[in-house]
């Protein structure tokens, strides 16, 4: 193995723990805390519009997605509404307590994710989490933003 990969993996498993330290006490309380606080995120974005197609984005499995869902919905946070598409299927959607709540948490959250990258100015941020979107998977950057990133990167 070589050094880079254990560099890595000691600097990802310590910001890890340094974000779960900072947001976790955030979220103490709401149903089933870091991924309720993702899946209602996900939910109130409009995306995805399925139980199965949450569970598949967010990487949780099917079952234990069904669970989840249910402690939002005994909260008043979501529904489980008929999908004018696709009879076999329910929407998930957002009611307006679950939006009060994400409007409050995304506050909240976003201070302790600066606490968590206090070691990085705004623009180092911002490229931090572009690259790491990209680096998860989670959204395709078009090639020249980045191109733009790498320049960026370069420059500092």
Known sequence: MSDTALDLGAALGSLLRSYTE?????LDGFPQGARGYQTLCEVVEGRPPSQAALA???????TMMTYLIDDLVEAGLVERRPNPDDRRQRRIVATERGRAAIATLCVQVAEAEAAAL???DDHERVMFRRLLDKASGLGALHTAEACAIVTEALEV
């Open 22 to 26: 900072m947001v976790g006490p955030r």
């Open 56 to 62: 598949a984005k967010l990487g949780i499995d099917r």
């Open 118 to 120: 206090g070691m990085l």
